[in-house]
């Protein structure tokens, strides 16, 4: 095999051994060879590729013949394959990029005529495919709007990913139209292909063409359908249309299954990192919306730790407090102690809100305190004295809130220097000698 692939790469040798090879009947020789066609200068290996796109040794040549065309004029390489036959669905699928590719009009013109005729559903979508190179055409988006609306899944799915790089306003809100009537498919799988594309690459949806739909995607009974659907909305108006996510919570604080499912796709996206930063204006939306809602005081706690960072969630903090139940207190401890939210970075000083806190005449705040010291400690240097010293104030409290957990807490022991320990031992013993010595000499 080896030996055929070398052919081609030879200089001033002739090409019809390997024009020869091409027909072997040996399989692995003549798929070698087919393959080095593709490596020869110039289109020697041109006529030979065309010809076995009308046998079984299509699947191969196709892709050599994609490298050879690439030195050919574009006229010519648009009249060679316009007349290729179309019998195989893998040599179909592949003229039709190739023409695709060329952007030109005879190009274009080529695949509406083949959009009118019975296609095998692989070459259908390849052309709708083909077709991204045209999006500036006015009959391209009559076809791709016509495919979203197509009753096989296949089909419609194939226009789900058009992408929307360089696209005009006005085009893009044709895309927008496209994605809509891909949204309204009868079928799930459709509806739920359009949505990963709505959440991987979110358009700007600035007349909120889409909002109707997705709100009532939300509703769905398919778990998969409603999560997409919520990120979808998250996705396409976090940065451009935040107040459309706060007319959809609006709405569903009188559903509180569907807003847990809604909001607990929120919490799997949100975060303090700076990566999510343009989530936190939707964090602090939300988070004046569920004040309104006395039911959701434990989803603010959880909200306001997962999604800002300390200095725009301690605010919250003071906020909260009065409201806070049992349950909202415990979750809060956790946050503050643990940090497993990451909204404390190692130079935000806790301090200030503790002392405050400390202070207040409402135990509740006072357990925040504790918190508030156990989750500031520098973990490299551990506990210091002032520290320890007020965790005892903390188990003095009046409060059993505040002083059981205070004695429950387990502060690390002080470490000894060695080094300390060693001078130490070296004293007693230069001590002990020196009874010693006057001892003998009394």
């Avoid at 002739?14 to 200068?41: T, V």
């Avoid at 320890?388 to 903390?394: A, G, N, P, S, V």
Wanted: proline letters at 4%.
């Amino acid at each position: 095999m080896k030996c055929v692939q070398q052919l081609s790469l030879l200089d001033f040798v002739a090409s019809k051994p390997l024009l020869d090879l091409a027909s072997s009947e040996e399989s692995a020789i003549q798929e070698a060879a087919l393959r080095a066609l593709g490596q020869l200068d110039g289109d020697q290996g041109l006529p030979t590729l065309i010809e076995a796109l009308s046998d079984e040794r299509a699947r191969i040549a196709i892709y050599s013949l994609r490298k050879v065309l690439k030195t050919v004029p574009k006229d010519k390489v648009f009249e060679l394959l316009s007349s290729v036959p179309q019998t195989k669905v893998t040599v179909a699928k592949e003229t039709i990029r190739l023409i695709g590719e060329m952007r030109t009009e005879k190009a274009f013109q080529y695949l509406l005529e083949k959009e009118q005729t019975d296609l095998h559903d692989d070459v259908r979508v390849a052309l709708y495919r083909a077709l991204w190179a045209y999006l500036d055409r006015d009959e391209t988006w009559e076809i791709l709007t016509r495919a979203a609306e197509n009753p096989e899944p296949k089909i419609a799915k194939a226009v789900c990913l058009i992408p929307d790089d360089g696209l005009h306003m006005e085009q893009k809100q044709q895309l927008l139209q496209v994605l809509l009537r891909l949204l309204n498919h009868k079928s799930p799988e459709v509806r739920i292909t359009a949505l990963e594309r709505c959440d991987a690459k979110p358009l700007q949806d600035t007349e909120n063409i889409l909002v109707p739909r997705l709100f009532e995607l939300i509703h769905s009974e398919l778990d998969d359908e409603c999560e997409l659907a919520a990120k979808a909305i998250f996705e396409t108006y976090a940065r451009t249309n935040v107040e459309q996510i706060g007319v959809v919570y609006r709405k569903l604080l009188s559903d509180r299954n569907t807003l847990k499912r809604v909001l607990d796709t929120y919490m799997d996206i949100v975060s303090p990192f700076p990566g999510r930063k343009y989530l936190r204006p939707v964090t602090h939306l939300l988070l004046s919306i569920f004040k309104t809602d006395r039911l959701s005081v434990t989803r603010r706690v959880n909200l306001m730790f997962s999604g800002l960072p300390w200095e725009e969630l301690r605010p919250y903090i003071f906020e909260i407090l009065p409201e806070l139940h049992a349950d909202a207190l415990h979750v809060a401890e956790d946050f503050i102690e643990k940090n497993k939210t990451g909204w404390k970075e190692p130079q935000d000083d806790l301090l200030k809100v503790e002392l405050r806190m400390a202070g207040s005449k409402d135990e509740r705040a006072r357990r925040l305190a504790l918190s508030f010291l156990i989750g500031g400690v520098d973990e490299s240097t551990g506990w210091t004295d002032e520290e320890r010293f007020r965790l005892d104030e903390y188990r003095s409290d009046k409060s059993v809130l505040v002083a059981e957990a205070a004695w429950e807490y387990k502060v690390p022991e002080k470490v000894v220097e060695e080094s300390d320990g060693e001078e130490e031992d070296e004293n007693e013993e230069d001590e002990a000698g020196d009874d010693v010595v006057m001892e003998g000499a009394d």
